[in-house]
């Protein structure tokens, strides 16, 4: 079955950076899709940043320009590299992942078939 095992987590001081990283594993399908996640306590969770197989990307708006997503289809991982973090980043981050194509449900958690458990990631000010 599909696994997907997060890492890269941490505590970093505002205005400092991060990668996280997605390790994939039993993947059936001939393309995926795949999002960044978070949810803070005592928040919903919200879609960050996402990529099509093809390599196209969504982010929301609070990460634009701070935030970069990508993959690497040798090493079946994706990664999320994280600038400029503040305080109001700090959440669980998790990976998700959905056979196909997402298009407009890239960032929407209801669209995905499998997550990972999550890495914590706390910014202080």
């Known amino acids: 079955q599909v696994q997907l095992v997060e890492s890269g987590g941490g505590s970093v001081q505002a205005g400092g950076s991060l990668r996280l990283s997605c390790a994939a594993s039993?993947?059936?399908?001939?393309?995926?899709?795949m999002t960044w996640f978070r949810q803070a306590p005592g928040k919903e969770r919200e879609g960050v940043a996402g990529?099509?197989?093809?390599?196209?990307?969504s982010y929301v708006d609070s990460v634009k320009g701070r935030f970069t997503i990508s993959k690497d289809r040798v090493k079946n991982t994706l990664y999320l590299e994280m600038n400029n973090l503040q305080p109001e980043d700090s959440a669980m981050y998790y990976c998700a992942a959905k056979g196909g194509v997402c298009g407009w449900y890239l960032l929407e958690e209801y669209a995905m078939d499998h997550w990972g458990k999550g890495t914590l990631v706390t910014v202080s000010s």
């Open positions: 039993g993947f059936t399908r001939d393309t995926y899709c």
């Open positions: 990529i099509e197989d093809d390599g196209s990307t």
